[in-house]
């Protein structure tokens, strides 16, 4: 049996990773932050992500704001031009620890189907 407070503390885990998995869960945001990844440190700016896209730039626009507000990416301004990079560390760790607790929970889950399994 999985211990209440486990399962507490990995629905807490869902909820904290939940705007993460939605950033995450759209095609043209996941060719966005690739782009970055690609780009380095130095990150882009609109026109550049824009041009990598069929969308118009208050598309683009939006979803870096979905990007930006789930913690992937980060921006810093030069002059009038506003960059964009990737910002994945703490995202990175927050998700380690949910693919811990889920593990733990189905290890727990299979060692107690092989014990049942072995009482017949």
Same mark, same amino acid.
């Given at each position: 049996?999985?211990?209440?407070?486990?399962?507490?503390?990995?629905?807490?885990? &869902?909820?904290?990773?939940?705007?993460? &998995?939605?950033?995450?869960?759209?095609?043209?945001?996941?060719?966005?932050?690739?782009?970055? @990844?690609?780009?380095?440190?130095?990150?882009?700016?609109?026109?550049?992500?824009?041009?990598?896209?069929?969308? !118009?730039?208050?598309?683009?626009?939006?979803?870096?704001?979905?990007? *930006?507000?789930?913690?992937?990416?980060?921006? #810093?301004?030069?002059?009038?031009?506003? &960059? #964009?990079?990737?910002?994945?560390?703490?995202?990175?760790?927050?998700?380690?620890?949910?693919? @811990? !607790?889920?593990?733990?929970?189905?290890? *727990?889950?299979?060692?107690?189907? @092989?014990?049942?399994?072995?009482?017949?």
């Amino acid at each position: 049996m999985i211990d209440k407070k486990e399962i507490k503390r990995t629905l807490q885990l &869902f909820k904290t990773c939940g705007p993460l &998995f939605l950033a995450l869960g759209d095609n043209i945001r996941q060719n966005l932050l690739l782009d970055m @990844a690609n780009a380095g440190d130095k990150g882009m700016n609109v026109t550049e992500l824009t041009a990598n896209t069929h969308l !118009s730039r208050p598309a683009i626009s939006h979803h870096l704001k979905v990007l *930006k507000d789930s913690h992937l990416i980060k921006s #810093y301004k030069i002059g009038p031009q506003v &960059f #964009y990079s990737l910002d994945l560390k703490d995202n990175i760790k927050e998700l380690k620890i949910l693919i @811990a !607790s889920i593990e733990a929970i189905v290890d *727990k889950i299979s060692a107690a189907g @092989a014990a049942v399994t072995a009482s017949l």
